[in-house]
């Protein structure tokens, strides 16, 4: 497993933009999954984004299709979802995840089952 810590999040209006990032350290980064979820109080956990380690694919979840975009630096071992025209109800803690996929064509980018690492979570708070 990888170790994964997230940062950028914070206190934004609506309308505003924030980039958050998941730094992934503990072994090498190649051929990783990385996705994005987020959870709001008394809901269950979310899928939002995800990513392959070619960069060939890029998975969204409809309820951010064209506000965030996902995108990743294999030589900084980082993943990072730029989202933008935040509203209120994308107020939540937002995780990353990982998982190793040996290039699997059946890997499920947005099951969180699929995953076995995942970070802390950063607190996103979108004011109205």
């Known amino acids: 497993q990888v170790q994964l810590v997230e940062s950028g999040g914070g206190l934004v209006q609506a309308g505003g933009s924030l980039r958050l990032s998941c730094a992934a350290s503990g072994r090498t980064f190649s051929n990783y999954a990385m996705g994005w979820f987020r959870q709001a109080p008394g809901k269950e956990r979310e899928f939002l984004a995800a990513i392959n380690w070619l960069r060939s694919r890029m998975d969204y979840a409809d309820s951010v299709k064209g506000r965030f975009t996902i995108s990743r630096d294999n030589a900084k071992n980082t993943v990072y979802p730029q989202m933008n025209s935040l509203k209120t109800e994308d107020t939540a803690v937002y995780s990353c995840?990982?998982?190793?996929?040996?290039?699997?064509?059946?890997?499920?980018?947005?099951?969180?089952?699929?995953?076995?690492?995942w970070g802390q979570g950063t607190q996103v708070t979108v004011s109205s």
């Open positions: 995840a990982a998982r190793a996929t040996n290039y699997d064509p059946n890997f499920v980018y947005a099951r969180t089952q699929s995953y076995e690492s």
